[in-house]
């Protein structure tokens, strides 16, 4: 089974903290993505990356910049946090960009908490 | 852009069939997606629909027509666990990440 860890369940920064969250998946899954998750938006996609070194802007990348130094491994960074990114940050993998193989594995969450 | 509406909150009869559909608008289609989503849990994958028709997986069914930009998916024999949001979204040619819609919540009652 694919495992997508992510490193913190729970996180409480204040405003103008840099944030670091990371994400690890064990599949050598070659697509890696980051969504948050409010109440009434769903999940929404901030950043994703295809390759070791490569990124691509989501929906909403403002505030928000990623590191994928290996594959397994891609890092979300809040470089000044504010209270309007409090939110649940879910990373996932996958397999292949689209088609059957396209789907994604979920990490548990990051839940942010910005005051 | 893609744009993709679901129905907010559903309740549903244990033992009943519940159908949620979901519309979307894309500007190029490249496959739509059902995943499961339990309170407090991550996303769970359940379907894939590139082809029109109906894809059976047990008790869970989706369907999808992309001339109308129209799937459902359709939950028969409904057991308390299934009680969970679930969240549709589509692929567009365009871009390789997944956009989601706002999700479905379901209740199902005793």
């Known amino acids: 089974d694919v495992k997508v860890t992510q490193s913190s369940r729970y996180l409480v920064k204040r405003t103008g903290e840099k944030v670091f969250l990371e994400c690890v998946q064990d599949?050598?899954?070659?697509?890696m993505f980051w969504y948050r998750q409010d109440p009434g938006l769903g999940l929404r996609l901030i950043y994703f990356?295809?390759?070791?070194?490569?990124?691509e802007k989501g929906d909403i990348p403002e505030g928000y910049s990623v590191s994928r130094e290996k594959k397994e491994r891609f890092s979300l960074i809040l470089e000044s946090a504010s209270t309007n990114q409090t939110s649940m940050y879910l990373c996932?993998?996958?397999?292949?960009?689209?088609?059957?193989?396209?789907?994604?594995?979920f990490g548990e969450g990051s839940r942010l908490t910005v005051l | 852009g893609q744009n993709i509406d679901q129905p907010t909150e559903m309740t549903a009869t244990e033992g009943a069939i519940v159908q949620i559909n979901c519309t979307y608008q894309?500007?190029?289609?490249?496959?739509l997606f059902w995943y499961q989503q339990h309170a407090g849990e991550a996303p769970t994958f359940l379907s894939y629909?590139?082809?029109?028709g109906l894809e059976e997986k047990g008790r869970f069914s989706s369907f999808l027509s992309r001339s109308k930009g129209y799937s459902y998916l359709l939950l028969k024999e409904l057991q308390m666990k299934d009680s969970a949001s679930y969240l549709c979204?589509?692929?567009?040619?365009?871009?390789?990440?997944?956009?989601f819609g706002s999700g479905t919540r379901l209740q199902v009652q005793p």
């Open positions: 629909n590139v082809l029109d």
């Open positions: 979204a589509a692929l567009d040619t365009g871009r390789r990440a997944l956009t």
């Open positions: 990356s295809y390759d070791v070194k490569m990124k």
């Open positions: 894309t500007s190029g289609f490249n496959g």
């Open positions: 996932a993998s996958s397999r292949l960009a689209g088609g059957l193989g396209g789907e994604l594995f």
């Open positions: 599949m050598d899954h070659e697509n």
